[in-house]
């Protein structure tokens, strides 16, 4: 009697249950299907960005070269399309940030990590994760609020400007640069300072010899990172940076980056035409700027990894 | 003595450095909060934007941030726990997964415009929805959902593998250990993750321009029909969120008082993040207490 119970309830665990089984099977194909989504969304949008932005060159005739010449006259006659201005712009707007950025990301996060007593990195830690959720808008308005005035009384120009952009976002990008900076410094083994010490070294040749050269790669990734977002960031840097479409070979005067000419234009241009299109390419570029950033990240981990 | 000098002077640049970044953030959301709360009333909160005159409110959106951030949670969610189960529990190395994960660095990188761009292609001329919150809602879900998969993947992977081999070694099924004991164990990752990427949906303002639209329709709060245009929960009609508010007033409104409405809006969103962010890290606590404690 006993006996048979047993084997009943043996059996019970050995056979695969029927409701069991087909659980097991909806579990997984639930989380295959969101695995799924995600893939098909990136390759729609890219395709879609693509073939939008190609148009300007299969179907409007508009040619390389023009497109990266220097002459912006969409309302000329002919109208001519260089978008050379803009791309100068969010590339100069990105370089001066980081410049600006770096440093001070890098050293901050070396005085949490090297340095600070307890306290200093218990003020640090939250004000860092704080910037990181201000809305860009919010530091567009203060920019528009704060600093563009300041520059107008300081320079005597407009104030608007590539200058402005450049603070703006260099604050932007701060958080970004330092906490990568760190999670890598944090990731370096304890032994490394003590060797260094116990060579007689100062904390600052400790830093500066060891630590940086060791954690360079992880510390470039936080840079790039920190690029890429100020290449993409339109409003903060549109709401503060002017908009003409002059060449930026001056700080402190008015210029446009691809980002700005998108947003401003993209609303009031007619789906379809050469100027629509136009958008839609330098959309394009940004869309393939990502990719180079992700490329150089990667090539860089692969680097520190090594 | 020379190196001695040297390391005094840098650790006095690394204060220094420090002193500037908690200067700069304190003046920052000083700023804000000054100029903010000054404005932020009652009557602020509660009533439509004014077009032309002074004194307009920013009720309708304040509901359609809120109202947005629920509807892309509810899209982001279920698909984030889906992908990031996936990634922790299922995927095996390969170039399937490779792709994958590929994808996420991809479209969690983009710049906000280009995904509304995106959006605005696919969820609002396409679907023939035209500007409105479920294409917001929607194009906030591409560099929303990247985000919630590594952090549920994240949280996932930080559940200790004692816990489910002995889920397996009672006879526990893959599906129910994942089910009744991982997903337990992590919720608290999640779910202070969870909060921290509604922080940031909440302050998103360039992926909207296209897709939610710049303008909202006059509402009608005591209409409950979600098919009527007037109804604050009708899905399909275009909203502007605060963040998008901010934007717009700076650079086109005519309203005479565009800076003062800007500043209060702004601390409303300030005041946001700093809400999400405490919540999470209370929220994250308590769980965390409550589980170590065995109760």
Redesign the interface.
Known sequence: MENRATSEWANQ?LRPDKK?RR??L???L??????W???L?????LY??AS?GISTFLFDGVSLSQFFSGKWAPAGTPPSFGTLPFILGSFMVTVLAAVISA??GI??A???TE??PSW?KK??Q??????V??????Y???G???IVPFLRDVTGGPGFSLLAGVLVLS?MI?PTI?SIAVDTLQSIPRSMREASYALG?????T??RVLVRTSLPGLMTGVV?GM?RA?????AV??VIGNTDTMPTNLIQPISTL?SV??LH??DTVPGTVYNDVL?SM?LI??LM??V??VLIRWMTRRGES | MN??L??R???I???L??L???G??SG??G??LV?GLNVIDWHFLTSPPSTLTAGGGVAPQLFNSLYLLVLTMLITI??????G???A???KPGKWTD??RL?????S???????G??G???FVQYTGWGFSLAAGALALT?FN??LM?RVVEQAIRAVPREQREASYAL?V????T??RVVLPAALPGILTGTI?AA??V?????AL??TAG?SSPMLDFTNWDPTSLSSPFNPFRPASTL??H??KI??EAIIPDA?EV??GA?AV??LA??F??LTARALGRWIHKRMTSGS
């Open positions: 665990l069991q659980l097991e909806q579990g997984r639930m989380t295959l299907i969101s695995a989504v995600i893939i969304t990136l390759f729609s949008l879609f960005i939008k440093p001070l050293g901050a070396i005085y949490m340095i600070a200093g003020i640090l939250p004000v860092i994760e704080l910037l959720g201000i809305p860009s808008v919010v567009g308005f203060v528009l609020t704060v604050v701060l330092t070294a100062t904390r600052w040749q830093i500066s990172l890429a290449f993409g960031e339109a409003l549109q709401m980002t998108i947003t993209m609303g839609w959309a940004l869309l990502t990719l950033f992700i | 190196a001695k040297a390391d002077i840098a650790t640049v690394f204060y450095i420090a500037l970044i908690i700069i953030l920052l959301i700023f804000i100029r279920p698909l984030g726990l889906g992908g189960i996936y990634l529990e299922y995927a792709i994958l994808s996420i660095e991809v479209l990188s983009l710049p906000s415009i280009v995904v761009l995106f605005f292609l696919v591409v959902l990247p998969v006879g099924t893959k599906w129910q994942i089910t921290l922080g940031r909440f302050g998103e303002a360039a321009l296209f710049m963040a998008v901010i934007w700076n650079s800076k800007a500043a702004s969103l300030v993040v700093l999400f962010n």
